[in-house]
């Protein structure tokens, strides 16, 4: 099967050639096109695609704002920036609004097909877990544990489900307590391993620190994470940051 895809762009020689770009992949299938925002809104409602390219700067209504509209209407569809404007300068809200990959029309075009597919292909493969919201209350990190273990028993080794709870309980720890936040843990496993993000709507930026300050207590929780993880993180958003950590299954 191919994937039933939308193209959103102002100019008509950039469609012109992802269309045909994704014609001559083979695995891609051109189901409409729009010019600006409030078409694609539009045309992602009546046709639900499995894929959205989405340029950036296009009149009446651009990307970055009908981001979340097409997340709203169609939320299994899968939407990828395409656009000018460097990846440093629009990646991080365009992932803020939704999408699940930005492409720089500067970059290789006769590849785009190509590592679109890829791109696709591998959330394909993400089977997402877990996503519970915790209240702002010293047990919570207790119930995630108890929730992440509930859904891992059958998928994790014991040592390295303790891993993983212990790591988990650390960040609730530090978005109940330190941020005085509720925390959202969610969990999936993707390619590369079992990742598990924790959100909360506290300020700052945390770091791996050390000594006995109450800081330095959320200091030690990193440095937790980061030398039991194979990887790890921080992203930010309007509404927080989001503390993620990934362990190898």
């Given at each position: 099967m191919t994937l039933r895809t939308v193209l959103v762009d102002d100019v008509e020689e950039m469609r012109a050639l992802s269309r045909s770009l994704l014609a001559r992949d083979g695995r891609f299938t051109v189901i409409g096109e729009a010019v600006n925002g409030i078409e694609a809104i539009t045309l992602v409602a009546q046709l639900r695609p499995d894929v959205v390219i989405l340029d950036i700067d296009m009149p009446l209504l651009g990307g970055i704002e009908t981001l979340p509209r097409l997340r709203e209407i169609s939320p299994e569809t899968k939407i990828v920036m395409h656009s000018a404007y460097p990846a440093e300068e629009m990646e991080r809200p365009s992932f803020e609004g939704g999408a699940i990959g930005y492409f720089e029309k500067s970059a290789d075009a006769l590849s785009f097909a190509s590592r679109l597919h890829a791109l696709v292909a591998v959330l394909d493969t993400v089977q997402h877990i877990l996503d519970t919201t915790y209240a702002s209350d010293l047990l919570s990190p207790r119930a995630a544990r108890r929730d992440l273990r509930t859904a891992?028993?059958?998928?994790?080794?014991?040592?390295?489900?303790?891993?993983?709870?212990?790591?988990?309980?650390?960040?609730?720890?530090?978005?109940?307590?330190?941020?005085?936040?509720?925390?959202?843990?969610?969990?999936?496993?993707?390619?590369?391993?079992?990742?598990?993000?924790?959100t909360d709507a506290g300020p700052g930026i945390p770091s791996v620190q050390s000594g006995t300050s109450a800081e330095a207590e959320r200091g030690r929780g990193l440095a937790l994470v980061e030398s039991l993880s194979s990887a790890w993180g921080v992203e930010h958003s309007p509404a927080g940051k989001a503390v993620w950590f990934e362990v190898a299954l």
């Open positions: 891992l028993a059958q998928r994790l080794e014991p040592d390295a489900l303790a891993t993983v709870e212990l790591l988990t309980a650390e960040l609730v720890t530090n978005a109940v307590q330190h941020a005085r936040s509720t925390a959202q843990v969610t969990a999936a496993v993707t390619p590369r391993g079992l990742r598990v993000a924790v």
